[in-house]
């Protein structure tokens, strides 16, 4: 059982194509500046033709960055349905497999996308399709590569049930949809893919938009018509609270004999940074990382539950209590009552929450004690390691050492906060060049 990325429930995950082949970090920078905002997703597209080298440098960028990389396996022309399922490219699938899991931390995966239209080798048989979908999803989980959030991601426009692999094959759905007068009227966003939202909701995953764009022929449409319709599509997306996440076609190219000018610029980039910056603080949590339910994957693990409370006039920390921030490849999830911090192959990884007493300030009249209960293991690849809790009161931190970890049975621990009485911050993060952890934290309070 593998750890999988899941939705922001407060939130929604940003992602853009940003590079044809390959990109680096300075170009996620550079989108990241011009689009105002951190980039949670990268798409990247990897067909068979080439080999299935895991890009392990793109995803380690996005991993540092807080995000993740969006794979998009495309079996091409090179291999049939009919080649994958004879096994005749397990060669590649091992190779992938291989570089996945030792990578280790969360990718998006999908396999043969827009299978339900008609532009690629892959499209217009289901029941091959599904064949070919399951053998390269067993492939690469038998040879231990759990850490594989899986997408189904079908085109609007066309059907798309009967190709549906089926509930245990699925973590995520994803839509993919353009706009371009090349082939059809204009349309906005909402007219392209409201009724096939409505569809690919029937499944009860999240739901990402695996890629869209809008096209511009003329000097009209790049001026005034695509800015609008990228306004008027980021109102659309980040209203409708079944998507998670989204993921904007930033590159111009040209398909069959046309040219395609799906990439942000001029006014429509500035459209694209001005709507983004509207919804400013959806975009602030970077990936979540969770558990796959038995049964249901990739659900968001229910937060509402409340955590036994053995004082109740202790301040009790849950995931609404103030802002959660995690960064250098760290990720935290609350769930009933526990909070769960996992990081893997990561640099100084982390989470913090701002004010975390919310609406109530954490003012202490005499001196407290932070109190927790802790459980799960660390170790650093890189020399040795240790993990720490700090308290901020402003600029002011106290740090405490957490020692001596049970990998089964919460410890608890206790620490004086001596003269600090307002609370600002409470920062955990793991000291280490390069190491991994997995540690839960319960009944975790200031009294």
């Known amino acids: 059982m593998g750890l999988k990325i899941i939705p922001d429930k407060n939130g929604i995950y940003n992602g853009a194509v940003i590079k044809d082949i390959s990109f680096n970090k300075k170009d996620v920078e550079d989108f990241e500046g011009k689009s105002g ?13 080439w080999g299935l080298k895991f890009p392990t440098e793109m995803a380690e960028i996005m991993s540092r960055n807080g995000g993740a990389l969006m794979i998009k396996l495309e079996t091409g022309a090179l291999y049939s349905l009919d080649d994958i399922i004879k096994g005749n490219a397990d060669n590649l699938l091992r190779e992938f497999a291989l570089g996945a899991k ?6 998006f995966v999908s396999i043969d996308h827009e299978m339900n239209g008609n532009d690629y080798p892959w499209c217009g048989d289901p029941q091959k399709y599904i064949k070919a979908y399951k053998y390269i999803h067993d492939k690469i989980e038998s040879i231990g590569a759990g850490n594989i959030t899986w997408t189904w991601n079908p085109n609007v426009g066309y059907s798309f049930a009967s190709y549906y692999p089926g509930d245990n094959y699925v973590d995520w759905v994803a839509l993919d949809g353009y706009n371009s007068t090349d082939w059809s009227n204009w349309s906005s966003f909402k007219d392209k893919f409201s009724f096939w939202l409505d569809e690919i909701g029937k499944y009860g995953k999240p739901i990402m938009i695996g890629e869209y764009g809008c096209d511009a022929n003329d000097a009209g449409e790049n001026k005034i018509e695509k800015p609008k319709w990228i306004r008027d599509a980021v109102d659309a997306i980040v209203n409708d609270r079944r998507i998670k996440a989204f993921i904007y076609f930033n590159i111009s190219k040209m398909e069959g004999n046309q040219q395609k000018d799906w990439a942000l610029k001029g006014e429509s980039l500035e459209a694209y940074n001005a709507a983004l910056k509207k919804y400013d603080e959806l975009f602030k949590s970077g990936i979540f990382i969770g558990d796959k339910i038995e049964g249901k994957t990739n659900k968001q693990i229910k937060t509402n539950a409340e955590p036994i409370r053995s004082n109740k006039n202790a301040t009790y920390f849950t995931d609404t209590c103030g802002k959660v921030y995690c960064w250098n490849g760290g990720n935290a999830i609350y769930s009933s009552g526990v909070w769960r911090f996992a990081a893997s192959n990561a640099g100084y990884p982390g989470f913090h929450i701002d004010n975390p007493g ?3 300030k954490i003012q202490l009249s005499k001196k407290g004690s932070l109190k927790l209960s802790v459980k799960g293991t660390y170790k650093s690849d890189v020399g040795n390691s240790n993990f720490q809790v700090q308290v901020f009161e402003g600029e002011n931190k106290t740090t405490f050492y957490i020692d001596d970890l049970d990998d089964k049975n919460f410890k608890e621990y206790t620490f004086d906060l001596g003269e600090q009485k307002n609370i600002t911050k409470i920062l955990f993060i793991m000291i280490s060049g390069k190491g991994t952890c997995d540690i839960q934290i319960k009944d975790f309070r200031i009294e």
């Open 358 to 360: 919310g609406n109530k």
């Open 37 to 49: 905002q951190k980039l949670d997703i990268a798409g990247k597209f990897m067909d068979f033709r």
């Open 102 to 107: 030792a990578f280790g931390k969360p990718v």
